[in-house]
């Protein structure tokens, strides 16, 4: 029952986006959840922020060392050390789990990995930045992209810290829905869970008001066309420019509050 059930959904979900143009919480194909965040959350951290954008949500902390606490890289062809490192966590509790939690797995690995090249290139270098940086995101709760939010999480938190990051980064996961026979086809923004497990593709874009930083993209479909690379690409651009303004927003008004203290 529960295969057929699955399969039933799977169809009437994709036809009431194909044929309506309506998703599963009510939105429209281009519309973004709701988006709140907080910097300077926690007052023992050099830097701290909440991020939640529908019911996805990312508590993202940022530590400041010396180069003492630089990462020690010791690989086969690469030796050296690594002044920033992003660590993910993505706890049971976090979906609704009770399961015991046994430290990071793949999936951990790949969307910390994510996170961590979108804002890499961000950090500034050489005397502008002497220092170490650790950001640390923990999930609190996720129906969505989570990595995504652990960038705009880290975004904040990072400015929250006082890095000079050369621009601020946002990232959005973009979903695809797509009928052979008809040749009909949606791009979702911000798609949620089930959308990912139901639709035909997972995009996450990241980047800053300029251009990508990083991205990743997981397809159920043998390929896509030119004309729907590029609505994907031009969509997750919207989305991630709605997102950046939530986040410039943010910093703004943790300045205005600084510096009348002050």
């Keep these: 029952v529960a295969r057929y059930f699955h ?8 036809n009431l986006i194909l044929d309506e143009g309506m998703r599963l919480d009510g939105r429209k194909t281009d519309e973004i959840r709701s988006i709140w965040c907080e910097v300077d959350y926690l007052p023992a951290t050099h830097g701290s922020a909440v991020f939640t ?3 996805t949500q990312s508590l993202t902390t940022v530590t400041l060392g010396t180069k003492l606490d630089e990462k020690v890289v010791d690989q086969v ?8 490192v992003l660590h993910y966590n993505f706890p049971p509790f976090s979906t609704g789990d009770a399961r015991p939690y046994r430290g990071v797995g793949r999936r951990e690995i790949g969307h910390g990995n994510l996170a961590f090249r979108a804002l890499k290139g961000m950090i500034p270098e050489g005397e502008e930045n002497p220092y170490a940086i650790r950001v640390v995101s923990d999930i609190l709760e996720s129906n969505g992209s989570s990595s995504m939010a652990t960038v705009c999480a880290g975004t904040l ?11 601020p980064v946002s990232g959005i996961a973009m979903g695809l829905i797509t009928d052979k026979e008809s040749g009909k086809f949606a791009v979702l923004s911000d798609i ?7 639709g035909d593709m997972d995009f996450k874009v990241t980047g800053t ?6 991205c990743q993209m997981d397809i159920k479909v ?10 994907a690409l031009k ?7 709605h997102i950046l303004e939530k986040i410039v927003e943010t910093i703004a008004a943790l300045l205005k509050i600084r510096f009348s203290k002050k």
């Design 235 to 241: 969509q997750a651009r919207d989305g991630r420019l």
């Design 7 to 14: 399969d039933v959904q799977k169809k009437a979900v994709r």
């Design 53 to 55: 954008r529908g019911e």
């Design 77 to 84: 062809l690469v030796q050296g050390t690594e002044k920033f």
């Design 209 to 214: 008001v300029d251009g990508i930083t990083a």
């Design 157 to 167: 938190a990072l400015m929250d810290a006082g890095v000079k990051m050369k621009k």
């Design 192 to 198: 949620l869970g089930d959308e990912d497990h139901l």
């Design 222 to 231: 043998k390929g896509l066309s030119y004309e729907i690379l590029v609505n």
